[in-house]
């Protein structure tokens, strides 16, 4: 193996380091310095290179690949032409990829390897959407940097997230990947998530460069079906869409953007001159490189907009997208549409030193095996600190629904059945994207009970899904096998109280996996109205990576808990929820429907000419359902009660200063997340009848109570119109304080600047 010493002298690198013999002599050059010196020296065929990003082609060290495709692949990747791959994990596939690359490479350009690292990656935590119930931003950043830490160990340089895509729809399965359908919390979490995957120095060995995605509107998709159309007009793209991308940039720094499978306002997002060259890259400054999703460059032809693969690649560069991820049209159609002069060097030259400036961040440059130490690996990967927080954070995810009669906590003394597959399951709670969580490795609820002590007989009921379902196959629902009833309604009758687990199985949420219906899959309802027949006293534990339709289990069901996919400690933190050894704080960041017609719901809806309620039927209704959600954004009870009271606005020349009181009126000591909405009465464009704009989470013993003060600027007050542009303007502003999105207690100020 070529040493990092005798590598380091290498034409690339030496050159790269200093410049003698002018005004930069002796002195070690800058990034953008050192690009421009590499990319001087490289041929057309080595810059298509590095816009090319091809998947693992499998044992490097092998034989060629029977397969004509995977055997190209596989060339190329010997002969040091490829700048990036995906799904090369673990230190010893690390080095051998990346042998290949500086030292069969004329040039010694390190390859850049990029992995979905997305809740985790041996050590997994809760699916996002579970985390950002948590709001907890110092959190959602320590599991990332954990995720990153235990990534880069592996050889890894690079994840595809966070997703920050805002939706609205929780048919859609990738719900479970983002922070929900509010801009406000997803930006904030957003930036947290990129902080922690990136730290505070991206050429330190133990982070990675993160990739906010997908530019944009993919969480948009009609009908909640994956890879669908999207269509939204440009006040929905700046207001509700764009933000969190704009937020990962900015403030948190994120050195990759991934663009979207989906077409926006008719043009594929992978060739959209608007998002890409003139938003991302001029207004935003991104000074980073864009992705193109798996096969996305291509796929513009499916859409109707390009005619083929060779037009696929020059709408997909002229576009503004610079790595093309498993499409090949760049490795197919870049050196021709450069000699016609359909494609300008430029703009190659442009996506390249884009590539370039972040390996150099990273530091491969300096050290291309920097990344590669076997004892390191094993020593990070699911080390005991790392699963202390994977807990924590599994704690704080946890949301409780409803509490009637005080049912919970849970006494250990008390008789318990605790019903339901998913109470058993060690590979459901790890959710989809389990990156190299091991299959199977999760603690599950009956294991956490049985190690807190908790007095329960288990009955399995019905079975979730039938067989194991792959990664790309549909899972087998249990549609008709209920021979575990009897022995489940007969534990039921025998105990004080039911702990029933239902859900979704860890693949029926996530890509590809989009539902038409809500409810629990198979014949699980069937069997909680066959339990709650023969014993009231039922606690409904919700282990999905979505919102359901829970109407049913909330009109007869005392006690109901939203568990999300909570990861590796998946089964102690349940249990601490459930037992009142941690009180439980999470709140909703997506909306929880009555039923599936009223889809989208959302919170921070615009008011319509005709809001209602009226006596008559004309006006924005159903006339056989609310219009109210059965959970609202923002929502969450604890085993203690929070009261707020002596809202304060305080007008400044540049908004408003708001406080308020929030006091445990309760017996236990309690987290609690006070949320700030703002409504914009009048505007040049209808604004949401409430706006998330601030939020604190703390701590309150019983009787305590603290002031919570918010600044309300041109920041929080503001607006972007249909052109883009950022508006601040003078009016009348009603401000909510409270618990969740529902908040009563209410004031209002008019700013006048």
Not at 194 to 208: M, N
Not at 243 to 252: L, Q, S, T, W, Y
Not at 658 to 669: E, F, I, L, M, P
């Amino acid at each position: 193996m070529k040493t990092v010493a005798s590598w380091a002298c290498g034409a690339a690198l030496a050159m790269s380091l200093t410049l003698s013999g002018s005004a930069f002599a002796e002195r070690e050059l800058t990034v953008n310095e050192r690009v421009e010196n590499l990319l001087a020296q490289m041929t057309l065929e080595e810059k298509i290179g590095q816009i090319t990003l091809l998947s693992n082609v499998g044992d490097t060290t092998g034989p060629t690949p029977d397969d004509a495709m995977q055997a190209r692949k596989f060339e190329l990747v010997r002969s040091g032409m490829v700048g990036s791959l995906l799904n090369v994990v673990g230190v010893a596939e690390a080095r051998v990829v990346q042998d290949y690359a500086v030292q069969n490479s004329r040039l010694g350009i390190p390859v850049l390897l990029g992995y979905d690292v997305v809740h985790g990656q041996k050590t997994i935590f809760p699916v996002p959407l579970g985390e950002a119930a948590s709001w907890d931003l110092a959190m959602m950043e320590e599991t990332a940097r954990i995720a990153a830490r235990e990534a880069a160990a592996q050889g890894l340089h690079w994840t595809y997230a966070p997703m920050v895509d805002i939706s609205r729809d929780p048919r859609w399965g990738r719900v479970m990947e983002g922070a929900g359908e509010d801009p406000f919390l997803g930006s904030e979490i957003a930036v947290a998530r990129v902080r922690g995957f990136q730290g505070k120095d991206l050429s330190a060995p133990d982070t990675i460069a993160a990739t906010a995605k997908h530019l944009a509107g993919y969480g948009f998709a009609e009908g909640g079906r994956d890879y669908n159309t999207v269509d939204f007009g440009t006040v929905t793209l700046h207001n509700i869409v764009l933000p969190p991308f704009k937020a990962a940039i900015e403030r948190g720094g994120a050195r990759t953007l991934m663009n979207a499978f989906n077409v926006v306002n008719g043009v594929p997002a992978t060739a959209s001159v608007y998002l890409q060259r003139d938003l991302l890259k001029g207004a935003w400054g991104f000074d980073g490189f864009i992705v193109s999703d798996w096969g996305s460059g291509m796929e513009m032809i499916a859409h109707g907009f390009a005619e083929d693969r060779r037009e696929s690649a020059r709408f997909a560069m002229l576009g503004g997208s610079d790595m093309d991820m498993e499409s090949y049209v760049y490795l197919e159609h870049i050196e021709e549409l450069i000699a016609s002069g359909e494609v300008p060097m430029e703009m190659v030259d442009d996506a390249v030193r884009r590539i370039l400036r972040v390996k150099f961040e990273l530091g491969l440059f300096d050290d291309p095996y920097r990344y590669l130490d076997e004892a390191h690996e094993a020593a990070v990967l699911g080390a005991p600190e790392h699963h202390v927080s994977a807990r924590k954070m599994a704690e704080r995810s946890v949301v409780l629904l409803k509490n009637d009669g005080g049912l919970l906590p849970l006494k250990k003394t008390d008789r318990i059945a605790l019903i339901g597959a998913l109470a058993a399951d060690k590979d459901a709670p790890l959710g989809n994207w389990r990156a190299q969580g091991e299959t199977g490795s999760a603690v599950s609820l009956a294991e956490g009970f049985a190690a807190a002590g908790v007095k329960f007989s288990y009955s399995e009921g019905a079975k979730v899904q039938l067989g194991t379902a792959g990664f790309g196959n549909p899972v087998i629902v249990n549609t008709d096998d209920r021979s575990g009833f009897k022995a489940a309604v007969a534990a039921a009758k025998a105990a004080e109280k039911v702990v029933i687990v239902l859900g979704e199985a860890a693949l029926q949420s996530g890509e590809g996996r989009s539902r038409s219906q809500l409810g629990f899959p198979g014949v699980q309802q069937e069997l909680l109205e066959a339990v709650r027949a023969v014993n009231p006293n039922v606690v409904l534990v919700v282990m999905s990576g979505r919102p359901l339709v829970l109407t049913w289990a909330d009109e007869n069901v005392p006690a109901i808990v939203q568990a999300w996919h909570l990861g590796s400690q998946s089964g102690h933190a349940l249990t601490n929820v459930l037992t009142g050894a941690y009180n439980p704080s999470g709140k909703l960041p997506m909306t929880f429907p009555r039923s599936v017609g009223q889809i989208p719901v959302y919170y921070n809806h615009l008011n319509t000419g005709r809001p209602g309620p009226l006596d008559e039927v004309f006006w924005s209704h159903y006339i056989d359902e609310s219009n109210a959600p059965l959970y609202p954004f923002g929502y969450g009870l604890s085993y203690t009660q929070f009261s707020y009271s002596g809202l304060s606005i305080t007008p400044t020349s540049t908004g408003a200063n708001v406080s308020v009181t929030v006091t445990n009126t309760g017996k236990v000591a309690g987290e609690e997340v006070a949320q700030l909405y703002i409504h914009d009465r009048a505007a040049s464009v209808s604004r949401p009848v409430r706006e998330l704009k601030a939020f604190r989470k703390f701590r309150l013993e019983p009787g305590a109570s603290r002031q919570v003060n918010f600044t309300l600027g041109p920041e929080q007050l503001g607006f972007y119109t249909g052109d883009g542009a950022y508006v601040v303007e003078p009016g009348w502003f009603d401000v909510y304080a409270g618990g969740s999105s529902a908040a009563t207690l209410t004031a209002s100020f008019e700013y006048r600047p």
